[in-house]
């Protein structure tokens, strides 16, 4: 288990207050929150790469030490992947790999560069110069290398940013088999909450260098706690209905009315097809924006009650 306590850590400004959590084994948690909140500094402090002010980072009990303690800052067991990517850039892709995942014996370290070189879509540039790479192949590959090392611990800076949608959903299969093989541990940074929905076991939501909530990824999605936090995981409807201010997601509606629901009178905009579902787009009354999603065009719809999955 990883064991964050009261990290601090201040520049010119505070950038990191009072932060706790534990990391479980064979779990994924999810950072979530805007750009500059700090998520990205504490990634640094919890791989034992910079010095908090004050607080510990602890896994499995041992005290993970930052780099005034350490000749090569880091922690064997702890692999951090971020914008920085740190690469061996004047080796080649498979060479990057390999002295990662060369603690194996060359039959078992081949087969899993491999893999990792299938699975990061990297094969066909395996005999290239890392420095020749583009910035999305930079990334694949400094994933690729936290892999190879098999650490009880990844931490994973914004990993999906440079990627289609298709290697995204290969790569969050593979980290989702070794949590439940390997029981690795992931804690995965982003500003974009759906992107670990699916993922995380838990979610914290993160601002000003402050964790203001944790929750599962289905509460932060049906129970959000304010407008600003919701958004980050996906569209959200704000109406105000007899003073009261109500939040719901496209999906929370039903079209039979009935007498005990919030009820809507809507003005149809436009549908949109996003393949698997419409978003239908409506103005409320009020002139609030209202987005909905269904199998098909609402175009005919002027009412709806509102359905809270949770009520």
Avoid at 89 to 104: G, I, P, S
């Amino acid at each position: 288990m990883l064991k964050i306590k009261e990290i601090h850590f201040k520049r010119e400004r505070e950038i990191l207050s009072g932060i706790s959590f534990n990391l479980k084994s064979s779990s994924i948690i999810g950072l979530v929150g805007p750009s500059g909140a700090g998520k990205s500094t504490l990634l640094k402090i919890v791989s034992g790469l910079l010095e908090a002010d004050k607080g510990t980072v602890h896994l499995n009990q041992q005290r993970v030490y930052g780099p005034s303690f350490r000749l090569i800052p880091g922690h064997p067991e702890i692999q951090l992947v971020n914008q920085d990517f740190d690469l061996d850039l004047y080796h080649t892709v498979r060479e990057n790999l390999l002295v990662k995942a060369n603690y194996l014996p060359d039959d078992l370290c081949n087969e899993l560069i491999d893999e990792l070189l299938e699975l990061m879509e990297l094969t066909p540039l395996q005999n290239k110069q890392a420095i020749h790479l583009s910035g999305g192949e930079q990334q694949r590959l400094a994933m690729g290398r936290s892999l190879a090392k098999e650490p009880e611990v990844i931490l994973l800076d914004e990993p999906f940013a440079h990627m289609d949608a298709h290697l995204r959903n290969r790569i969050s299969d593979y980290l989702l088999k070794l949590k439940k093989i390997r029981k690795t541990s992931f804690m995965l940074v982003t500003h974009d909450g759906e992107e670990v929905l699916s993922l995380a076991d838990r979610i914290l939501f993160f601002n000003d260098g402050k964790i203001l909530r944790e929750d599962t990824p289905e509460n932060f999605y049906f129970n959000p706690s304010n407008e600003f936090e919701g958004l980050f995981f996906g569209d959200l409807n704000s109406v105000t209905i007899k003073n009261r201010k109500i939040l719901f997601r496209p999906i929370e509606f039903d079209l039979e009315l009935t007498e005990i629901a919030d009820q809507l009178d809507l003005k149809f905009i436009k549908s949109v097809f996003f393949g698997a579902y419409y978003k239908n787009y409506f103005l409320t009354k009020k002139k609030e924006s209202i987005i909905l999603y269904h199998s098909e065009s609402l175009s005919h719809v002027q009412k709806i009650a509102i359905k809270k999955k949770n009520n």
